[in-house]
T-cell receptor, first 113, second 114 residues
Framework: AQSVTQPDIHITVSEGASLELRCNYS??????LFWYVQSPGQGLQLLLK??????LVQGIKGFEAEFKRSQSSFNLRKPSVHWSDAAEYFC???????????FGRGTSLIVHP | EAQVTQNPRYLITVTGKKLTVTCSQN?????MSWYRQDPGLGLRQIYY???????DKGDVPEGYKVSRKEKRNFPLILESPSPNQTSLYFC?????????????FGPGTRLTVT
């Protein structure tokens, strides 16, 4: 079965600084990969996804993520963080034909002014 | 507007009093799921359904029931709630097949059991 790890429980950055949130997965082949964002009091919203093709994917709100097969990673990046990016971020993996994704435990992003 | 709706959004109840959280989607999705979110544990799947009258257990099904009598609705039932079921609950839906991994989430229901 697949698994996904988000090693950072909390990340603190200053507004305007760059951001990278880490996500590592365990699966024998290339899985489907997702990043979701959960703003306070809200449901989860899809930021971006990777199914195949170009390993650098662009998402909404200025986010991007890069799939690196050799490192089994799908890290989320943003060049300049805004205060409104403060939220919980979840990485998810889909694989194995179950059609049900596995979610990481989430990374809480704190943005300092 | 394509959406997943949940009701109620907030619920405070007492131990043992049966409750139902409703979930409805208007995207004609085949798959629907229930998750609970707890601090430090992320999202854990409770139950899922791949079609009408087809449901299966997720990772944490104990204490919960579901039914899927219509394609659009997937209610979550707590027959005898206990304090350890205090949590934030999300309903989600998705298309059939490989794209089913992409979940569309409802706004969440915050449940407190005293």
């Amino acid at each position: 079965a697949q698994s996904v790890t988000q090693p950072d429980i909390h990340i603190t950055v200053s507004e305007g600084a760059s951001l990278e949130l880490r996500c590592n997965y365990s699966y024998g082949a290339t899985p489907y990969l997702f990043w979701y964002v959960q703003s306070p009091g809200q449901g989860l919203q899809l930021l971006l996804k990777y199914f195949s093709g170009d390993t650098l994917v662009q998402g909404i709100k200025g986010f991007e993520a890069e799939f690196k097969r050799s490192q089994s990673s799908f890290n989320l990046r943003k060049p300049s963080v805004h205060w409104s990016d403060a939220a919980e971020y979840f990485c998810a993996v889909g694989a194995g034909g179950s059609y049900i994704p596995t979610f990481g435990r989430g990374t809480s992003l704190i943005v300092h002014p | 507007e394509a959406q997943v709706t949940q009701n109620p959004r907030y619920l405070i109840t007492v131990t043992g009093k049966k409750l139902t959280v409703t979930c409805s989607q208007n995207m004609n999705h085949e798959y629907m799921s229930w998750y609970r979110q707890d601090p430090g544990l992320g999202l854990r799947q409770i139950y899922y359904s791949m079609n009408v009258e087809v449901t299966d257990k997720g990772d944490v099904p104990e204490g919960y029931k579901v039914s899927r009598k219509e394609k659009r609705n997937f209610p979550l039932i707590l027959e005898s709630p206990s304090p350890n079921q205090t949590s934030l609950y999300f309903c989600a839906s998705s298309y059939k097949g490989p794209s089913s991994y992409e979940q569309y989430f409802g706004p969440g229901t915050r449940l407190t059991v005293t």
